[in-house]
Nanobody
C-alpha cells in the first residue's frame, strides 16, 4: 500500500506564501506522476498541478499559473507545492496524489487517473 503524507499547511495572510510537501512511501516514486488537488468547504475537489516523473513536464490549473510551482525530489521521495501570492479563495484542504502509470497530458487534472491519495493538509488564507 502506497502511503502519502502531506505537510506544510497552515494559516497565512493574503499575499503570503507556503510550501507544501508530500512524502511518499513507495520505491517506484521516481517513475510516478504526482499531482496536487484541493477541496474547499462545500465544493468538489479540484485539480491544482501535476508533474511527470522527471520533473521536466508540469501542468497547472489556470487559476494558479504564475503563483504556484510544483516540483519534486526523487532522492527524497517527495513532491512539493510552492504557493505564493496566496488569496482567501485558495483556502482549502490540499491533497497530493500518486499515479503509477504514464503521463497523460491534460488528463492529469482528472481525479480518476490517480491511484493513491494523501490525507490532506489544511491551508487557510485570511484577508
Amino acid at each position: 500500500q502506497v502511503q502519502l503524507v502531506e505537510s506544510g499547511g497552515g494559516s497565512v495572510q493574503a499575499g503570503g506564501s507556503l510550501r507544501l510537501s508530500c512524502a511518499v512511501s513507495e520505491r517506484t516514486f521516481s517513475s510516478a506522476v504526482m499531482g496536487w488537488f484541493r477541496q474547499a468547504p462545500g465544493k468538489e475537489r479540484e485539480f491544482v498541478a501535476a508533474i511527470n516523473w522527471s520533473g521536466v513536464i508540469t501542468y497547472y490549473a489556470d487559476f494558479v499559473k504564475g503563483r504556484f510551482t510544483i516540483s519534486r525530489d526523487n532522492a527524497k521521495n517527495t513532491v512539493y507545492l510552492r504557493m505564493n501570492s496566496l488569496k482567501p479563495e485558495d483556502t482549502a484542504v490540499y491533497y497530493c496524489a500518486f499515479r503509477s502509470g504514464s503521463w497523460m497530458g491534460n488528463l492529469q487534472k482528472e481525479n480518476g487517473v490517480y491511484d493513491y491519495w494523501g490525507q490532506g493538509t489544511q491551508v487557510t488564507v485570511s484577508s
